[in-house]
């Protein structure tokens, strides 16, 4: 079981009961989905401002939306292909949103090096998200990797409540790119398993003709 999974099992009962009195009121999933960002787009603020540990807990408040709106939209019968599609795509403005807060503090404070550092997660944290919604266009499935969206949503929250957001950049910028380049070399194996499979059978039949 990986930290994010435990974390979950061990909130899933207040988010059960938070999710039960959301589908009783009968709230939009995507009305959640969008305050969600709009929290996240306050994180993003106060990051830019350098007050981490602030914006640590209002991305944890941010965090509960995101959690909950996919199980209120299964426990209201609301789940639409448009739905998933809405909620991806926020994510990535959350995402995006909370490092571009990071640049903003660190060119405020003059850490050249941070700034691209943070770029050079921002452009991994991207790619995570592209190169499987990509390599699912060719092969069945493209899961491999650690540092996928939840894991760095946890190491931020861990980093801005500890005030230690420069460590986290650095692993966040070295695993989310490896995380990119171990689904490259997946998808390229198994694209070529995929395509000698189709091929084996095609070659059988040609050396048993006469």
Known sequence: MTYTRAIG????????????????????????????????????????????????????????????????????????????FFDSVLDRYSDLGLLVGMVVWYGSINRPFYVVLTCIAMMGCVMVSYTRARAENSIPT???????RPERIVLVIIAALFDRMAPAIWVMAVLANWTVVHRMVFTWQEAKRLEDA?????????????
């Open 198 to 210: 189709q091929l084996r059978p095609a070659g059988a039949r040609a050396a048993a003709r006469p």
């Open 142 to 148: 493209c899961k491999v990797g650690f540092m996928e």
């Open 9 to 84: 099992a061990i909130c899933n009962p207040i988010i059960m009961m938070i999710v039960r009195g959301l589908a009783l009121a009968k709230i939009n999933p995507n009305v959640l989905t969008f305050i969600g960002l709009v929290i996240n787009v306050v994180a993003a603020y106060l990051l830019a401002l350098g007050q981490f540990r602030a914006a640590g807990w209002v991305i944890i408040g941010a965090s509960v939306f995101d959690m909950v709106d996919g199980r209120v939209a299964r426990e209201t019968n609301r789940v639409t292909r448009f739905g998933g």
